[in-house]
């Protein structure tokens, strides 16, 4: 029999390329999502496979699924900031209430259980890298807020479920990702910036640009999203590239990249944008034998390439 996966969120930009990997891998894919923030277009190439199947559901309403299911992957959630500030409640929801529903069906399906978490439960850190025993500097009533807690919330819960009623969980923290699939409009950096030089406009910097990121490839990060769910670790993961940089600099190489003359104009930076975010990724290494491949500039190219044909 072949193992069934339920993936919430996947038709989403990570959920989509997991979708993409589990039926690589020959196992069954049962794909839950709103269509929020998600698209058809990015499981369109899926929909005829025999072992996909996709439902349009609100993880936060009660999950009826009548077929068995091994494995519960928990992406369902706005992830960039114009998402959760434009879905502040629902995001909050589906952190809370979807988190407790999936994990409900997975102890009723003695199923194992994935969270999709985020660096963003680091806040603003004060931490730099971030280890994932460092516990955050985030302001809970701030606007950032709704996301961060919502994903702070979540880990708990599932930290619980894994104590209390001994559900096999995985927590893993994603640090910035990028690659084919992201919206245009999806608000992040990459896709800002060449959105932005690709149509000849100037590239939107907040504050000075000093700010850092680290960046991980779509591909990589999924890479370690597998390895992570056949680990015994119940703890959660970082899982990003270490190799930080500030954004002005990423513009820049977006810039020369596209070949273009696009200008850089500054904006005032958003309330509590994290000033850095470097991911320490020795407990990957360690346990999961993990690390990126791709590097930043291999990374962009493909990406652009991408938003080129999708225009």
Not at 76 to 86: K, Q
Not at 128 to 147: F, S, T
Not at 262 to 289: G, H, M
Not at 291 to 302: C, M, S, T
Request: aromatic content about 10%.
């Amino acid at each position: 029999m072949k193992q069934t996966y339920l993936v919430t969120g996947g038709a989403g930009f990570l959920g989509s390329h997991l979708c993409d990997r589990l039926i690589s891998m020959g196992f069954k894919v049962i794909c839950l999502d709103n269509l929020i923030t998600g698209s058809i277009k990015n499981i369109e190439h899926l929909l005829r496979d025999g072992n996909f199947k996709f439902i349009k559901h609100d993880v936060t309403k009660y999950i009826d699924m009548k077929e068995r299911v091994n494995y519960v992957m928990h992406f369902a959630s706005p992830a960039s900031p114009i998402d959760y500030l434009n879905y502040p409640i629902q995001t909050l929801k589906v952190g809370s209430l979807g988190t407790h529903n999936t994990l409900g069906l997975a102890k009723e399906m003695k199923a194992k259980f994935l969270l999709a978490s985020t660096s963003e439960v680091y806040g603003d850190p004060l931490m730099h890298p971030q280890k994932e025993d460092y516990w955050g500097n985030v302001n809970c009533i701030g606007p950032r807020g709704v996301y961060d807690e919502a994903k702070r919330f979540a880990e708990a819960i599932t930290m619980a479920y894994h104590r209390i009623h001994k559900v096999d969980t995985k927590i893993i923290r994603i640090f910035n990702t990028y690659g084919p699939r992201m919206r245009k409009n999806d608000g992040r950096a990459i896709p800002n910036f060449i959105s932005q030089a690709l149509a000849g406009e100037a590239l939107t910097v907040y504050g000075k640009g000093n700010q850092t990121r680290s960046f991980c490839y779509v591909n990589d990060l999924i890479e370690g999203i597998i390895r992570l769910s056949k680990s015994k670790i119940n703890t959660p993961v970082n899982i990003g590239n270490p190799h930080e940089m500030k954004l002005i600099d990423l513009a820049r190489l977006i810039i020369r990249i596209t070949g273009g003359r696009s200008k850089i104009c500054f904006r005032k930076l958003p309330t509590d944008d994290p000033r850095q975010r470097q991911p320490d990724i020795r407990k990957a290494k360690n346990f999961l034998k993990w690390y990126p491949k791709v590097n930043l500039e291999d990374g962009i190219r493909k990406t652009i390439e991408w938003f080129r044909g999708d225009r």
